[in-house]
């Protein structure tokens, strides 16, 4: 005779009890991979745009602000610059560069803040001797064709040779600059980058001109 089908313990069914719902999976991985797809897509696109855009500050080109009017008549006040910094992993600067540079141990001493950054025009390299006198400049004993300067200097500078690794700088408002003539050299370590172009205001857009040459 054949047996009788057998209950199943009421504990042993997961339909015994209508009230009770069924055992739901339990989430597993980190919270990165529970974001949907498109989330995380996102947010690898800018975390790659937020390291290349602090790659190219750092080592590439960098906007800066001119906040006084020591560079007139090339530069003014609020004008907006990009500082490329590729240049100088190749070669030294040149006369005539529009440098960006944080203040020396000298401007230091004068109690100017280490982050403060400066831009003026190199006028001599190493082994340049630069002098001023009766209103022109003179490198290596030639004066200098400055058709970029607010007016002729109005003091003397004896004759000084640039050291090795320094650059001598000066302010295109050659009057009204804190630079070189005041305080001497520039370390070449102490410079971030050179000026190249002025993206504001739009009506000045356009290449900086670097030129300085003697007559």
């Known amino acids: 005779m054949a047996s009788e089908p057998q209950d199943l313990n009421p504990s042993d069914r997961s339909d015994s009890n209508p ?10 991985g980190n919270w990165w991979s529970r974001l949907p797809k498109s989330q995380r897509e996102n947010a690898q696109i800018l975390a790659i745009a937020l390291i290349l855009a602090l790659v190219i500050r750092l080592f590439v080109a960098e906007p800066r602000y001119i906040p006084s009017d020591s560079m007139v008549p090339t530069l003014e006040i609020g004008d907006r610059l990009v500082v490329e910094k590729v ?15 944080m203040p020396p141990a000298q401007l230091l001493e004068y109690g100017y803040a280490p982050d403060k950054a400066f831009i ?81 205001p739009i009506d000045r857009l356009g290449r900086i001109k670097l030129e300085a040459s003697s007559r």
């Open 19 to 28: 009230s009770t719902p069924a055992t739901q999976p339990t989430a597993t």
């Open 87 to 101: 240049s100088y992993y190749l070669h030294p600067p040149n006369t005539g560069d529009i440098v960006v540079f």
């Open 120 to 200: 003026k025009r190199v006028i001599g390299t190493p082994g340049d001797v630069v002098q001023v006198q009766e209103g022109r400049v003179y490198v290596n004993g030639q004066p200098l064709t400055e058709p970029y300067i607010a007016e002729a200097p109005d003091y003397e500078m004896p004759p000084v040779q640039v050291p090795q690794n320094q650059v001598f700088v000066m302010g295109d408002n050659r009057n009204n600059s804190n630079d070189s003539h005041i305080w001497g050299f520039l370390p070449k370590q102490n410079i971030i980058g050179r000026a190249v172009f002025r993206f504001f």
